[in-house]
Antibody, heavy 127, light 106 residues
Framework: EVQVVESGGGLVQPGGSLRLSCAAS????????MDWVRQTPSKGLEWVGR??????????QYAASVTGRFTISRDDSQNSLYLHMHSLNTEDTAVYYC??????????????????WGQGTRVTVSS | DIQMTQSPSTLSASVGDRVTLTCRAS??????LAWYQQKPGKAPNLLIY???TLESGVPSRFSGSASGTEFTLTISSLQPDDSATYYC?????????FGQGTKLEI
């Protein structure tokens, strides 16, 4: 079955850190960009950041709201994506989704939306 | 960042109705626009990409169109299962952005 499954959410104090994981299966993980998207009742859906595939040198990109605090990494050998979150504040409270982005051939990566999402993992930042 | 503005915020309609949801981009994004459907407690589900291409498995009553920076999602004959929140998303720029959503009540 083609799927991604997030884990690692929970309750963390302001200023704390947390690592989310995303386990992919059923597709060639290394061929895809992978993203994190979060959702809150007040802000709706917010793109957090992207991990590009080897074709794009594993580069990453982040939303301004998390730049310098969050880091995305991937382990293609384990079909896994990670979100390392530091200096968390209450505005980071959200459901975090792992989502599959663009597919890359041997020569190019075409723009594409998120065609596969996980079920989400909830992060609550509170004292 | 490119701002995506959806209207209306809430829409109430009846089974069998034809409804149109609108999404406007703050700048030109070509056809790099997607529509998602989200039901409570679930992840968003891709309906349409490249403004008008139906994702595999999505019922044909859903359609999308574009005119400049304005995009529309049309549901031709509402079904009870279409009750959900609908989001647009642009993927033209490096910083991806979503609209705030339209909640559709049947």
């Amino acid at each position: 079955e083609v799927q991604v499954v997030e884990s690692g959410g929970g309750l963390v104090q302001p200023g704390g850190s947390l690592r989310l994981s995303c386990a992919a299966s059923g597709f060639t993980f290394s061929d895809y960009f992978m993203d994190w998207v979060r959702q809150t009742p007040s802000k709706g859906l917010e793109w957090v950041g992207r991990s590009r595939s080897q074709l794009r040198s594993f580069t990453t990109q982040y939303a301004a709201s998390v730049t310098g605090r969050f880091t995305i990494s991937r382990d293609d050998s384990q079909n896994s994506l990670y979100l390392h979150m530091h200096s968390l504040n209450t505005e980071d409270t959200a459901v975090y989704y792992c989502a599959r982005g663009p597919y890359c051939t041997s020569t190019k990566c075409d723009p594409s939306p998120f065609d596969l999402w996980g079920q989400g993992t909830r992060v609550t930042v509170s004292s | 960042d490119i701002q995506m503005t959806q209207s209306p915020s809430t829409l109430s309609a009846s089974v069998g109705d034809r409804v149109t949801l609108t999404c406007r981009a703050s700048e030109f994004i070509g056809y790099w626009l997607a529509w998602y459907q989200q039901k409570p407690g679930k992840a968003p589900n891709l309906l349409i990409y490249e403004a008008s291409t139906l994702e595999s498995g999505v019922p044909s009553r859903f359609s999308g169109s574009a005119s400049g920076t304005e995009f529309t999602l049309t549901i031709s004959s509402l079904q009870p299962d279409d009750s959900a929140t609908y989001y647009c998303q642009q993927y033209n720029s490096y910083s991806l952005t979503f609209g705030q959503g339209t909640k559709l009540e049947i």
